[in-house]
């Protein structure tokens, strides 16, 4: 999953959500200098990566377009994902996607010492583009898989990615919704058992 539905995932609790949300940007195992909420949020995220590469139906959505992309494949269907959380988010959550996202970026502007610089440096882009709101067309995920193509130099044709994701429309919105429900059971208990 994406960075949307990592943050979905750990629902209205803050530091989780930040936590889950830096994760790819934190290496190693030792969370030590962050608190230990946030540590927590690391951990989860770790594990939904882990649960989503393992999953069945996650691995059909690859299937569907891993001659193309190849080991991309599963940051495509990432995205894709996101796209349709986003797309559909008041399926999910009673609180607007535009009002939900700027809420969070406020979160992360309060939590900023304890961002790793990595993200304390794409920041101010990701607030400025939205990108988290924009996910939700499929123009909003163009831009993202264009910068994405952009910093493979090429090498992952994700700015074709779009294309596939239309082609492919109703499977995909089918796989993500079934895995979603799994998802969503899964993270629910980790986060009673973190706590």
Do not use: C
């Not at 750990?10 to 946030?38: C, H, M, Q, W």
């Not at 797309?87 to 535009?98: G, M, Q, R, T, V």
């Amino acid at each position: 999953m994406n960075y949307l539905a990592h943050i979905y995932l750990s629902k209205e609790d803050k530091k989780l959500r930040i936590g889950n949300f830096i994760a790819d940007s934190v290496k190693g195992k030792d969370f030590s200098v962050f608190p230990y909420r946030v540590a927590q949020g690391i951990i989860l995220h770790r594990e939904i990566d882990t649960f989503t590469d393992t999953h069945a139906v996650v691995r059909q959505s690859k299937d569907l377009i891993r001659e193309k992309y190849g080991h991309w494949s599963g940051v495509i269907v990432d995205i894709y994902y996101d796209h349709f959380l986003a797309a559909n988010w008041s399926d999910f959550h009673e609180i607007p996607l535009k009002d939900y996202v700027q809420e969070f970026y406020k979160d992360l502007n309060d939590a900023h010492s304890v961002l790793p610089k990595r993200v304390q440096k794409f920041l101010p882009f990701m607030v400025e583009q939205n990108w988290l709101y924009n996910y939700a067309t499929v123009e909003g995920i163009s831009i993202i898989f264009e910068q994405m193509n952009h910093r493979t130099k090429g090498k992952s044709n994700m700015n074709l990615a779009p294309i596939d994701l239309i082609n492919n429309y109703r499977e995909l919105e089918q796989h993500f919704r079934l895995f979603f429900e799994d998802l969503k059971k899964y993270t629910e208990e980790r986060i009673l058992e973190l706590q």
